[in-house]
């Protein structure tokens, strides 16, 4: 599989990167380490995770996921292969995460916290990129991207990035992990981040992990220029933007056992212009001859500022499809087609 730079950080990851957030939920342990197991012998060595999985979040089974990712480390060995992301919650309403049931916030104290039960849980010394899975401060919607703005209520108490940047300078200092990275985070909260770590020579964000998809492309008109200069790569999550770009919910189709009929959480990926948005692509991908989910994953890794696609799977046969897009040649006929698409309908599920 081919490998790409971490940021400025020296390590080249596969541009696969296996998503884990269905360990504990959706999948057992046992298919947990079999998706583990596929992914590697197809050449992936980059595994990403994070406190708050499985998804749903909730407090039973909150942890599980880096707690099957460390069952099965233990069983097979390999650490040094292998570059291992997780992410510490950001400001959240939820109280489970901490020992003395406070809320969450980027402060030191939670993150020496969070960093040591991951550690735990993935039963090793150090994890190679530690993210925020989102920004402490308040946002214009989650995902920190919006196409149309809506000022965010201040918050007085907000942690600031000098400061979350402090902490995380400690636990790089301490050995606990090697890289940082943010998620859901915007071209400000970025760069906020890069000229931080140039004023006070702390850790350097490496990697930002925002949602990107044939269906919602709002990364580029702010985001690219920042990855690219600044060597913060895209990792790009929900490539099939939770299963839609699958078709598997065409015509209002629910299958049984989809995250749909299960939790019904996916409204981002259902307003208005979305279906038809899909259905085109979903054509496109068989006038090329593919699976739809390996077409989206394909448009995913052709893109020049992007690190890794981020696949997630309930089913070995999902995975397979998945995977299959490391084997597409993009072309650009396939680029203009989507973008001719793209021009049409827009981002309708950012």
Request: charged share 25%; glycine share 8%.
């Amino acid at each position: 599989m081919q490998k790409r730079p971490l940021g400025r950080t020296g390590l080249h990851v596969s541009r696969i990167c296996l998503g884990t957030m269905t360990f504990g939920e959706q999948n057992t342990e046992a298919e947990g380490h079999a998706q583990l197991d596929r992914a590697l012998d197809r050449g992936v060595d980059f595994i990403d995770t994070a406190e708050l999985y499985p998804i749903p979040p909730k407090a039973e089974t909150q942890g599980a996921t880096e707690s099957f990712i460390g069952s099965w480390l233990k069983a097979r060995g390999g650490r040094d292969r292998l570059t291992i992301a997780t992410k510490v919650v950001g400001r959240s309403d939820s109280r489970w995460f901490r020992d003395d049931g406070a809320k969450p916030r980027l402060d030191l104290r939670n993150i020496l916290e969070a960093v040591d039960k991951s550690l735990a849980r993935l039963g090793t010394d150090h994890i190679d990129l530690y993210q925020i899975h989102w920004p402490d401060r308040p946002t214009a919607g989650f995902g920190s991207v919006p196409t149309r703005w809506k000022t965010p209520e201040s918050d007085p108490d907000e942690v600031g990035i000098a400061e979350t940047l402090d902490a995380l300078g400690e636990i790089v200092r301490a050995g606990k992990v090697r890289h940082i990275g943010l998620s859901n985070e915007s071209a400000w909260g970025t760069m906020r981040f890069v000229a931080e770590s140039e004023r006070s020579g702390g850790p350097r964000v490496q990697s930002i992990q925002n949602a990107y998809n044939l269906l919602n492309r709002v990364f580029e008109p702010a985001l690219v220029e920042v990855a690219l200069r600044e060597d913060v790569g895209l990792l790009a999550y929900s490539p099939l933007a939770q299963g839609y770009l699958t078709g598997k919910y065409a015509g209002g189709v629910l299958p049984e056992g989809s995250r749909k009929a299960l939790f019904d959480r996916l409204q981002r990926y259902e307003k208005r212009g979305t279906a038809e948005a899909v259905d085109a692509y979903v054509a496109l991908a068989r006038r090329f001859d593919l699976a739809p989910a390996t077409f989206a994953n394909a448009f995913v890794l052709a893109q020049p500022f992007v690190t890794a696609t981020i696949i997630g799977a309930t089913t070995l046969e999902q995975l397979d499809e998945c995977l299959a897009a490391e084997d597409v040649v993009w072309t650009d006929e396939m680029q203009a087609a989507v973008d001719e698409v793209h021009q049409r309908v827009g981002n309708p599920a950012p």
